[in-house]
């Protein structure tokens, strides 16, 4: 991939071009067209789906153990919805920029329904490996939506747009395990006298998840449609497939980006994958009080979702400065916490660090990446980060049991002090004196 030159002002019209084929860089003042009703769509296509999805988490070992799987083909099946989000992601994303942003979320959306479907028909564990495979080639669809937000926002409310869709993941995450926990209890559904959804509970769940996905398509269909801006100039300077990731790795003004992708998801899933074993161990925590322990998570990254509105002022390097930092601070307290109270303290620290670098690193990219190749480049930095959260609980669990609670912490947070150093590199984008954005790279 040529590697985007950095935005110069221009000398006629006094815009602000650049010079790898992205079109002018909006002004402060000006706003995308229908971008706020197009943006709220989007949280709620965004927040539907992840709804789907986490109805699934809480049966998935249940459901798999009814035919016989051991932990290691439980652990695989779990695996398996993050691999093919590996292999899809950057795929979709790339599309996307060839043949817009709608066709590719419909087809996506599609491939979860089916996957669901799958799930709840299923009659072996071959089966449910097929309908995890299908439903995580069809939820890798994350960097369509941020590209989508990418073309339907200015730069100045960029970072505000990704925060939505973070925040649509917080929202989905929390409700989706609650809603899947209470369609699971059999004695919830027999005293609610529904005898055979109680008895087909763990098939019911994926029938459920596929009427949210089939919502999903449906609003997708009719009140979605494709973003005006964006740009076909120069694409073919870009490879597809393996070359494109290539290229894109090999850019070295989308590397710091593409690293903090990693480190910071990795971090946070190796955090989420022990503290359940933690505060067990610790602080003899139920799994309910584990639950409340993740919903309190989720709310505080909601939450700091308002705080995004500092980028106008601040960009988005210090916010993600401030974001790294946070998380750095909050994995080294995490196994050293005294009592319950000081665990949620932490644990909001670990939230709020994660609700501000996540949207602005995706923000920061998005800016970054040519504009005919965003969804790609995009794409890219998920399936990063899901590799994050295939490597992070994998390392996080060995850590755990072979050196003890103190080792898969110590180790995020040295993941994340290489993510603070790479945020130090990353270019400063703010308006001038004019109102036009400049990106000035630190010395």
Excluded at 341 to 369: D, E, F
């Amino acid at each position: 991939m040529e590697s985007p030159e950095s935005p110069t002002q221009s000398q006629d019209n006094g815009g602000t071009d650049r010079k790898d084929g992205a079109g002018p860089l909006q002004a402060p003042g000006e706003k995308a067209p229908k971008g706020k009703p197009l943006l709220l769509l989007l949280f709620f296509t965004v927040f539907i789906d992840l709804l789907g999805f986490g109805l699934i988490i809480p049966v998935m070992p249940t459901y798999a153990q009814q035919f016989h799987a051991t932990d290691f083909e439980v652990g695989l099946l779990i695996a398996s919805y993050s691999f093919a989000q590996f292999i899809f992601t950057p795929f979709w994303g790339r599309l996307s920029d060839k043949i817009g942003r709608r066709p590719v979320l419909l087809v996506s959306l599609l491939a979860s329904f089916i996957g669901y479907v799958i799930w709840g028909l299923s009659g072996s564990l071959v089966m449910l490996f097929v309908s995890r495979l299908v439903a995580g080639m069809g939820n890798a669809n994350i960097a369509v939506a941020q590209a989508y937000v990418s073309d339907v926002t200015t730069d100045e409310t960029r970072s505000k747009g990704m925060g939505a869709i973070f925040a649509a993941f917080g929202v989905g995450f929390v409700l989706g395990p609650a809603m899947g926990g209470f369609l699971s209890s059999k004695k919830m559904l027999l005293a609610m006298g529904l005898p055979w959804f109680a008895e087909h509970s763990l098939q019911v769940i994926g029938f459920v998840a596929a009427f949210f996905s089939l919502l999903d398509l449906v609003l997708t269909f009719f009140l979605l449609p494709e973003p005006e801006k964006r740009s076909h100039a120069g694409e073919e300077r870009y490879g597809v497939g393996a070359s494109f990731i290539a290229q894109t790795l090999a850019n070295k003004k989308l590397q710091s980006s593409l690293a903090i992708f990693f480190l910071a998801t990795f971090a946070f899933a190796n955090m989420e994958a022990t503290i359940v074993l933690l505060t067990s161990q610790k602080f003899h925590f139920t799994p309910v009080d584990n639950s409340l322990l993740f919903t309190w998570i989720g709310v505080c990254i909601c939450l700091i979702q308002g705080a995004h509105r500092a980028t106008k002022k601040y960009g988005e390097r210090k916010i993600i400065n401030v974001g790294t930092a946070l998380l750095t601070v909050g994995l080294f307290a995490t196994p050293f916490c005294p009592n319950v109270p000081t665990i949620y303290a932490v644990m909001a620290v670990l939230a709020i660090g994660s609700g501000l670098n996540t949207p602005c690193n995706q923000a920061m990219l998005s800016k970054l990446a040519p504009r005919e190749c965003v969804g790609g480049v995009l794409g890219v930095g998920q399936s990063l980060a899901t590799l994050g959260r295939i490597l992070g609980p994998a390392l996080g669990g060995y850590l755990f049991g072979r050196f003890g609670a103190v080792s898969p912490y110590m180790v995020g947070a040295c993941g994340m002090i290489l993510a603070f150093i790479c945020s130090l590199t990353l270019p400063s984008l703010l308006p001038d004196a004019t109102g036009k954005l400049e990106l000035e790279r630190q010395s």
